[in-house]
C-alpha cells in the first residue's frame, strides 16, 4: 500500500478493457460495435438460445456472422479448448462473450488461445507452465448480465481443471476485453438466489481491494462508492428484481469491483474461493458470502496483534460506517452486518455444498499458494485459515 501523506511516493498501475459502455440501453450498441472488429463472430454465451437471439438479431443487422457456443456452467479446461477448435473450424475473427463470469472468462480464455501458439497450460497459473502471453487476444466484446465478477474488466480467465480439482487463471494484459458493455436491463431477469450469489462477489470485490496489500488512491474511490451503492441496494435487488435503480447500482458495483481486483488485488476470501470452487459444486459468490465475515475478522484480530498500526485497520471501520450508514460504526459493526445480510439473502454454509473438515488442511494448502491470497493485508498463520474455515462449515 502506497498512503497518501507528504512523505509518500504514489505509484500505481491501471489496466481495463479499451473501452467501457455503462448504462441502461448499451447493450444495442452491440451490433455497431462488432461490425468495426471483425466479419465473423463466435458468441460465448451462458444464456439460453431465446435469450442470446437479440444478440444474434444484432450483429445481422450490421452483417455480422454469428457462431453460437454455449458455456453451461463454469468454464473447464476442456470446454475452452471446444471452443477455441469451433472457432477456429468456424473461420471466427473475433469474439462476443455474453452471460456471467463464467461465458466472459471463457470467451477471454478463446480470445487468448485464437492468437497465441502452443497449449491452454503452457499459460495456466499453478497447474500449467504460467508462459508469458506474447500475441494480443482475438478482438473481444464483453457483455455481462449478471451483476458480479466483473469479469469483462479484467485480464485473468478463470478456468476449472477438474482433474486438479481447483480454479485458475490465465492471465495477460492482453486479455483485455476490446469493449465492455454493462447494460443493467439486462440483468432485470436473473432470479433471486443468482443475484444474491453475483450481488455478494460483487461485494467482496469492492470491500477486498480496499483493504488489499495493493490498495491504491485510484481505485479508493472506487470501492467506496461500491460498498454505499451494494449496502442500500443488494437487498432492494434480491427482494424485487425490477427495480430499476438498485439493478443500476449494482451492475456499478460489479463493475467497480472488476476494475478493482485486476488493479489492486483481493484477499483471503479469492484466495480460499479458488481452490473451493474445484472441489465443490457451489457459486462462486456464495463461497465468498460465507467466507466474508470470517476472513473480516480474522484479518482484524491478527492485524491487531501482530501490525497495530497497519493502514488497513482504520480502513475496516470505515468500511463498517460505508455499510452500515452509521457514522459512529466500528468494524465489528461491519462484519455484524455482513452475517445479518447473508442470512437475508439465505446463503448456505459451506458443509451444504460437501465441504468436511478432514478437506479443510488441503484448502488450506492450496489457498495458501492462490495468488489473491498475495493480497490479503496480513499473511494468516496456518492455523488463523484454518479457523475461517472451520467456521464458515
Not at 153 to 175: C, D, E, F, G, Y
Not at 309 to 335: F, K, S
Not at 364 to 382: D, F, H
Request: charged content about 20%; overall charge negative.
Amino acid at each position: 500500500m502506497i498512503q497518501d501523506g507528504d512523505e509518500s511516493v504514489i505509484t500505481f498501475e491501471f489496466a481495463t478493457a479499451g473501452r467501457i459502455l455503462f448504462g441502461r440501453g448499451t447493450f444495442r450498441q452491440a451490433g455497431s460495435i462488432a461490425a468495426g472488429m471483425g466479419r465473423h463472430a463466435l458468441v460465448v454465451t451462458g444464456l439460453s438460445d431465446a435469450l442470446t437471439q437479440p444478440l444474434v438479431d444484432l450483429l445481422r443487422e450490421h452483417q455480422v456472422t454469428a457462431t453460437l457456443f454455449s458455456v453451461p456452467h463454469e468454464p473447464t479446461t476442456d470446454l475452452v479448448l471446444q471452443g477455441t477448435q469451433c472457432a477456429r473450424e468456424a473461420g471466427c475473427d473475433m469474439v462476443v462473450g455474453i452471460g456471467g463470469g463464467s461465458a466472459i472468462d471463457a470467451s477471454k480464455a478463446i480470445a487468448g488461445l485464437l492468437t497465441n501458439p502452443g497449449d491452454l497450460f503452457d499459460y495456466l497459473e499453478v497447474i500449467g507452465k504460467a508462459q508469458a502471453i506474447r500475441e494480443p487476444a482475438a478482438p473481444l466484446i464483453a457483455i455481462a448480465t449478471t451483476a458480479g465478477t466483473g469479469a469483462e474488466v479484467t485480464r485473468n480467465a478463470v478456468i476449472i481443471s477438474p482433474q486438479h480439482r481447483v480454479k485458475v487463471s490465465m492471465r495477460s494484459p492482453l486479455l483485455l476485453p476490446r469493449v465492455a458493455i454493462v447494460d443493467p436491463e439486462l440483468t432485470h431477469s436473473v432470479p433471486p438466489a443468482v443475484t444474491a450469489s453475483t450481488g455478494l462477489d460483487a461485494l467482496t470485490q469492492v470491500l477486498e481491494p480496499y483493504v488489499s496489500s495493493r490498495a491504491n488512491v485510484m481505485i479508493d474511490p472506487l470501492v467506496r462508492d461500491g460498498m454505499a451503492r451494494a449496502a442500500r441496494s443488494l437487498r432492494r435487488a434480491y427482494e424485487n428484481g425490477d427495480d430499476a435503480d438498485a439493478r443500476e447500482d449494482m451492475a456499478l458495483v460489479s463493475l467497480f469491483g472488476g476494475l478493482a481486483l485486476a488493479n489492486a488485488g483481493l484477499g483471503a476470501v479469492h484466495g480460499f474461493a479458488a481452490p473451493l470452487g474445484g472441489m465443490l459444486q457451489a457459486p462462486h459468490g456464495a463461497i465468498c458470502a460465507r467466507l466474508l465475515p470470517f476472513v473480516m475478522e480474522v484479518n482484524i484480530r491478527a492485524l491487531r496483534a501482530r501490525q497495530p498500526d497497519h493502514y488497513a485497520l482504520p480502513r475496516y471501520d470505515e468500511i463498517a460506517r460505508l455499510l452500515t450508514g452509521n457514522p459512529q460504526a466500528v468494524a465489528a459493526d461491519g462484519i455484524a452486518w455482513v452475517h445479518e445480510l447473508c442470512q437475508a439473502l439465505q446463503i448456505p454454509s459451506l458443509s451444504a455444498y460437501g465441504l468436511t473438515r478432514d478437506d479443510i488442511p488441503k484448502v488450506v494448502e492450496r489457498g495458501a499458494a492462490a495468488s489473491s491470497m498475495k493480497g490479503n493485508p496480513i499473511p494468516l498463520t496456518p492455523e488463523e485459515m484454518t479457523e475461517i474455515l472451520t467456521r464458515a462449515l
